[in-house]
């Protein structure tokens, strides 16, 4: 078991910049591939970034390329997202994910799921 607990989120203004954190427990030893998704209101749940255990490889979603970098501390058991040239696009609800497979965080259809963490840009 691996839980997850968001945190980062805020309001900012258009152009701003975040950064999220997600601090794992448990199971961390497994060599879990970690990600961020996000839920704007009245949308489904989209794949934002994923980064594999060793960091070695990112994914990101081309609505987020050059704007949004991921990145992980395993001492830490932390993962970040740093958000920058902030949109009102991209408000919603980000969600942390952990998976054995980066595929499987891609496909939102992950093992593990923080609570979430809400972003707000305002225009």
């Known amino acids: 078991q691996v839980q997850l607990v968001e945190s980062g989120g805020g309001l900012v203004q258009t152009g701003g910049s975040l950064r999220l954190s997600c601090a794992a427990s448990g199971r961390t030893d497994t060599g879990y591939a970690m990600g961020w998704s996000r839920q704007a209101p009245g949308k489904e749940r989209e794949f934002v970034a994923a980064?594999?255990?060793?960091?070695?490889?990112?994914y990101y979603a081309d609505s987020v390329k050059g704007r949004f970098t991921i990145s992980r501390d395993n001492d830490k058991n932390t993962v970040y997202l740093q958000m920058n040239s902030l949109k009102p696009e991209d408000t919603a609800v980000y969600f942390c994910a952990a998976d054995l497979r980066s595929s499987y965080l891609i496909a939102q259809v992950s093992d593990y799921w923080g609570q979430g963490t809400q972003v707000t840009v305002s225009s």
């Open positions: 980064i594999s255990w060793t960091g070695g490889s990112t």
